[in-house]
C-alpha cells in the first residue's frame, strides 16, 4: 500500500484532469465527424471519451498502488465492450461499418493509463496525433487514391534504404587510414534520399495554385540541377510555357541553398551562421532575377500539362550517391591534409561541376565532425560557396546547351546573378 503516496493529491487530480481533457479533445472530433455526416445513431462523442481516458488512468492507478494485473483486465473488458459493440452494429446495419472510431476507443483507454503513469506529454502528443488523423480523413483518402504502385515501392524503397540497410552497417572506418565508415556515408545517403522524397511527395500530393514555376521551386528539394535540365528540354517543345519554365529553374536554384543549410544543419550547426549571410544573398539575387524577367517575359497563353519529377528513391542512385559521396569525402580530406585550405576550394569547385550535396556533406562532416577538427568555420563556409557558385555556372551552361532561345536569357541572367554575388562575397572576406 506503500506506493499509494507516490504522487501527492494535487498531482493525482493534475493527472485525472489531464486525461479527461485529452479525451475530450478526442471526443469532440468524434462527435463532429458524425453530426457532420449525418449519422445520428450511436454517436460516440465527448462524454463518452472523457469516461474512457478516466477508466484508462483509473485503472491504471488501481494497477500501481494495489492490483499490478488490473490494468490487463480493465483493458480486456473494455476490448470485450468494443468487440460487442461493433459486432451489434455489423448486424443491425443501421451504421455506416468501420473500426475507426473502436480502434479510437481503446487508444484513449491507453492514453488515458500512460496519463497516470506520468507520460503526460507522450500522452498529449498522441491524443493530438490522434484527433489530426481522424480530421484528414478527407485529406488522407484523397492522397491514398493519387497513390500509385511506384508510390508504393518508393515508400517501401525509403524504409529499406534507413531501416534495413543502415542498422547492419559498421559504424567505424574499415580501412587502415580510417577515412571510409560506411555507417556515416549511409547516414549521408538517407539524409539527401529523405529531402528528395518530401519534394516528391509535395509535388505530388498538394496542389499548388501558380503552375509549372511552383512545381519547379518544391523540385528544388529534389535536385536543382534535374529541374535545370528537364525544364530547358521541355522549353523546346512547349514554347508557351517558357516563361514559367524558366522561372521554375530559377526557383529551383533559389530553393537550392535553403536546402543546403537544411543538410549543414543536420550534419553540425557550426557551419550554419558563416553560411547564412552569403546565401541569403544568393537567394535574394535568384529571387530578384526571378521576379524581374516574370514581370517582363510573362507569356500570355498557357498550355494545361503537367510535370512530374521521377520518384528521387531508387536503391540503385542511393548507391551510386553514396560511392560519389564517400569518393568526394575522401577526395577532400586527402587535398586538404596534402595541399592544404588550397586543395579542398580546388575539390570544392570541380566537385560542384558534378554533385553538389555530397561536396556539401564532406566538408560538413571535415567542420563539424571530425577530430582533431583540421578545417575551421571560415574555411569550410568558404569551399561551400565555391561549390556553389561552381554548381551555379554548371546549369547555366545546361541551360546554354538545352533551353530555348527566349529561355537562354532569363535563366542564364539569374543564375550568373547568382554566381556574381557568391564570388564578390568570397572576394570581400578572403
Same mark, same amino acid.
Given at each position: 500500500?506503500?506506493?499509494?503516496?507516490?504522487?501527492?493529491?494535487?498531482?493525482?487530480?493534475?493527472?485525472?484532469?489531464?486525461?479527461?481533457?485529452?479525451?475530450?479533445?478526442?471526443?469532440?472530433?468524434?462527435?463532429?465527424?458524425?453530426?457532420?455526416?449525418?449519422?445520428?445513431?450511436?454517436?460516440?462523442?465527448?462524454?463518452?471519451?472523457?469516461?474512457?481516458?478516466?477508466?484508462?488512468?483509473?485503472?491504471? +492507478?488501481?494497477?500501481?498502488?494495489?492490483?499490478?494485473?488490473?490494468?490487463?483486465?480493465?483493458?480486456?473488458?473494455?476490448?470485450?465492450?468494443?468487440?460487442?459493440?461493433?459486432?451489434?452494429?455489423?448486424?443491425?446495419?443501421?451504421?455506416?461499418?468501420?473500426?475507426?472510431?473502436?480502434?479510437?476507443?481503446?487508444?484513449?483507454?491507453?492514453?488515458?493509463?500512460?496519463?497516470?503513469?506520468?507520460?503526460?506529454?507522450?500522452?498529449?502528443?498522441? !491524443?493530438?496525433?490522434?484527433?489530426?488523423?481522424?480530421?484528414?480523413?478527407?485529406?488522407?483518402?484523397?492522397?491514398?487514391?493519387?497513390?500509385?504502385?511506384?508510390?508504393?515501392? !518508393?515508400?517501401?524503397?525509403?524504409?529499406?534504404?534507413?531501416?534495413?540497410?543502415?542498422?547492419?552497417?559498421?559504424?567505424?572506418?574499415?580501412?587502415?587510414?580510417?577515412?571510409?565508415?560506411?555507417?556515416?556515408?549511409?547516414?549521408?545517403?538517407?539524409?539527401?534520399?529523405?529531402?528528395?522524397?518530401?519534394?516528391?511527395?509535395?509535388?505530388?500530393?498538394?496542389?499548388?495554385?501558380?503552375?509549372?514555376?511552383?512545381?519547379?521551386?518544391?523540385?528544388?528539394?529534389?535536385?536543382?540541377?534535374?529541374?535545370?535540365?528537364?525544364?530547358?528540354?521541355?522549353?523546346?517543345?512547349?514554347?508557351?510555357?517558357?516563361?514559367?519554365?524558366?522561372?521554375?529553374?530559377?526557383?529551383?536554384?533559389?530553393?537550392?541553398?535553403?536546402?543546403?543549410?537544411?543538410?549543414?544543419?543536420?550534419?553540425?550547426?557550426?557551419?550554419?551562421?558563416?553560411?547564412?549571410?552569403?546565401?541569403?544573398? +544568393?537567394?535574394?539575387?535568384?529571387?530578384?532575377?526571378?521576379?524581374?524577367?516574370?514581370?517582363?517575359?510573362?507569356?500570355?497563353?498557357?498550355?494545361?500539362?503537367?510535370?512530374?519529377?521521377?520518384?528521387?528513391?531508387?536503391?540503385?542512385?542511393?548507391?551510386?550517391?553514396?560511392?560519389?559521396?564517400?569518393?568526394?569525402?575522401?577526395? !577532400?580530406?586527402?587535398?586538404?591534409?596534402?595541399?592544404?585550405?588550397?586543395?579542398?576550394?580546388?575539390?570544392?569547385?570541380?566537385?560542384?561541376?558534378?554533385?553538389?550535396?555530397?561536396?556539401?556533406?564532406?566538408?560538413?562532416? +571535415?567542420?563539424?565532425?571530425?577530430?582533431?577538427?583540421?578545417?575551421?568555420?571560415?574555411?569550410?563556409?568558404?569551399?561551400?560557396?565555391?561549390?556553389?557558385?561552381?554548381?551555379?555556372?554548371?546549369?547555366?551552361?545546361?541551360?546554354?546547351?538545352?533551353?530555348?532561345?527566349? +529561355?537562354?536569357?532569363?535563366?542564364? !541572367?539569374?543564375?550568373?546573378?547568382?554566381?556574381?554575388?557568391?564570388?564578390?562575397?568570397?572576394?570581400?572576406?578572403?
Amino acid at each position: 500500500m506503500g506506493v499509494q503516496a507516490q504522487f501527492p493529491p494535487i498531482q493525482q487530480l493534475y493527472l485525472l484532469g489531464i486525461a479527461v481533457l485529452l479525451g475530450g479533445l478526442i471526443g469532440l472530433e468524434r462527435q463532429f465527424s458524425k453530426t457532420d455526416t449525418g449519422l445520428q445513431e450511436a454517436i460516440i462523442g465527448v462524454r463518452t471519451f472523457v469516461f474512457i481516458t478516466l477508466l484508462g488512468a483509473l485503472s491504471a +492507478m488501481i494497477s500501481s498502488i494495489y492490483l499490478p494485473w488490473f490494468i490487463a483486465v480493465a483493458f480486456a473488458g473494455m476490448s470485450l465492450v468494443v468487440l460487442s459493440r461493433y459486432v451489434l452494429m455489423a448486424q443491425s446495419g443501421e451504421a455506416e461499418l468501420g473500426i475507426t472510431t473502436e480502434i479510437t476507443m481503446l487508444l484513449a483507454f491507453l492514453i488515458g493509463s500512460i496519463t497516470w503513469w506520468g507520460h503526460v506529454q507522450l500522452a498529449i502528443a498522441l !491524443a493530438v496525433a490522434v484527433t489530426l488523423i481522424l480530421t484528414l480523413k478527407a485529406e488522407l483518402h484523397h492522397w491514398t487514391e493519387k497513390m500509385g504502385s511506384g508510390d508504393i515501392r !518508393a515508400i517501401l524503397k525509403f524504409a529499406i534504404l534507413t531501416f534495413v540497410i543502415l542498422p547492419v552497417l559498421p559504424n567505424r572506418a574499415i580501412d587502415k587510414w580510417g577515412l571510409f565508415n560506411p555507417f556515416e556515408v549511409w547516414i549521408m545517403v538517407v539524409l539527401v534520399s529523405a529531402l528528395g522524397f518530401i519534394g516528391y511527395l509535395l509535388l505530388k500530393f498538394i496542389r499548388l495554385r501558380g503552375g509549372i514555376e511552383w512545381a519547379g521551386a518544391i523540385g528544388g528539394l529534389i535536385s536543382s540541377t534535374a529541374a535545370a535540365l528537364s525544364f530547358s528540354r521541355r522549353s523546346n517543345t512547349s514554347p508557351k510555357m517558357v516563361a514559367s519554365l524558366a522561372m521554375g529553374v530559377l526557383l529551383a536554384c533559389t530553393i537550392m541553398f535553403p536546402r543546403l543549410l537544411i543538410i549543414v544543419a543536420v550534419v553540425g550547426h557550426c557551419l550554419v551562421k558563416p553560411l547564412l549571410l552569403p546565401f541569403a544573398l +544568393m537567394v535574394f539575387a535568384g529571387a530578384a532575377a526571378s521576379l524581374l524577367w516574370w514581370r517582363r517575359y510573362r507569356a500570355r497563353g498557357y498550355e494545361g500539362k503537367t510535370f512530374e519529377f521521377r520518384n528521387p528513391v531508387e536503391i540503385g542512385a542511393a548507391i551510386t550517391f553514396g560511392i560519389i559521396f564517400a569518393t568526394i569525402r575522401i577526395a !577532400a580530406i586527402l587535398a586538404e591534409q596534402h595541399f592544404g585550405h588550397n586543395g579542398l576550394f580546388i575539390t570544392a569547385a570541380l566537385s560542384g561541376l558534378a554533385e553538389l550535396d555530397a561536396i556539401v556533406l564532406s566538408i560538413a562532416r +571535415m567542420v563539424c565532425l571530425s577530430e582533431p577538427n583540421t578545417v575551421s568555420a571560415e574555411i569550410g563556409a568558404k569551399a561551400i560557396i565555391i561549390a556553389t557558385v561552381s554548381n551555379s555556372v554548371v546549369k547555366a551552361g545546361i541551360v546554354a546547351m538545352l533551353g530555348s532561345r527566349r +529561355m537562354k536569357r532569363p535563366v542564364i !541572367a539569374g543564375l550568373g546573378a547568382m554566381a556574381i554575388v557568391g564570388t564578390i562575397y568570397l572576394l570581400l572576406i578572403w
